[in-house]
């Protein structure tokens, strides 16, 4: 198990498509979560899954965006009619327990709307 | 609301310095921890150090140090011997139990170091 891998790494849309990000976790993490990080800023909350229930959802979580981790494994982050202000880096995390040993972080998804 | 703060967005210090990195925090949270994270230059983010609110003693990792001042809600990073690796974004967080069962991290908005040769 090589730690927390996300696909793509970089993303270009154009304005109003829809895009879909994908993070596998360490295997052994029962716990994941997705962050985002705009520019100057640190990692901002987005949603967060224990095994397969979505526990807990941001108000950043506008109803285009939409996540899922279905059998407790992968996730799935999808934006739908992207906008401008979605561009930004995508960042999961997996933790085993509630996190407080710290997260293992993926690289990241860059996501850019033209 | 929990908050972070580092007021520090750019530091250089010389190879083989010793470089402190500030952190602030408000919360009413009794029971939380604190970490730093790097995040190198197209990489991910890597935990540097972390520490449990409830022990007075200040983590240590190798060159990496922390001085925890609880009353004042400090948290900062000392790093010693800097090397040319360690050239990063050093992010400040925060974590507290969440109302879902977890701990939920909040971030500052980092600290750009650069470590000169």
């Known amino acids: 198990d090589t730690g927390v891998s996300q696909d793509p790494r970089h993303k270009i849309t154009k304005r109003g498509q829809n895009v879909t990000f994908r993070c596998d976790p360490i295997?052994?993490?029962?716990?994941l979560y997705w962050y985002r990080q705009t520019l100057g800023q640190g990692p901002e909350f987005l949603t967060y899954?224990?095994?397969?229930?979505?526990?807990?959802k941001s108000r950043l979580l506008s109803d285009r965006f939409s996540a899922e981790r279905p059998k407790g494994s992968f996730s799935t982050l999808e934006i739908q009619r992207t906008e401008q202000g979605d561009s930004a880096m995508y960042l999961c995390?997996?933790?085993?327990?509630?996190?407080?040993?710290?997260?293992?972080f993926g690289s990241g998804t860059r996501l850019t709307v033209v | 609301a929990q908050t972070v703060t580092q007021s520090q967005p750019e530091m250089s210090v010389q190879e083989a310095e010793t470089v402190t990195l500030s952190c602030t925090y408000d919360?009413?949270?009794?029971?939380?921890?604190l970490f730093w994270y790097k995040q190198p230059p197209s990489r991910q983010m890597i935990l540097v150090i972390r520490?449990?609110?409830?022990?007075?003693q200040n983590a240590t990792e190798n060159r990496f140090s922390v001085n925890f001042q609880k009353a004042a809600k400090s948290f900062s990073l000392k790093i010693s011997d800097s090397q040319l690796g360690d050239t990063a974004m050093y992010f400040c967080?925060?974590?507290?139990?969440?109302?879902?069962?977890?701990?939920?991290?909040?971030f500052g908005t980092g600290t750009r170091l650069k470590v000169l040769a």
């Open positions: 995390a997996s933790s085993l327990g509630g996190g407080v040993g710290g997260y293992t």
């Open positions: 295997s052994e993490h029962n716990r």
């Open positions: 899954f224990q095994n397969e229930a979505q526990l807990e």
């Open positions: 919360t009413s949270e009794n029971n939380y921890y």
């Open positions: 520490q449990e609110a409830y022990k007075q």
């Open positions: 967080a925060f974590a507290a139990p969440s109302t879902s069962g977890t701990y939920k991290y909040i």
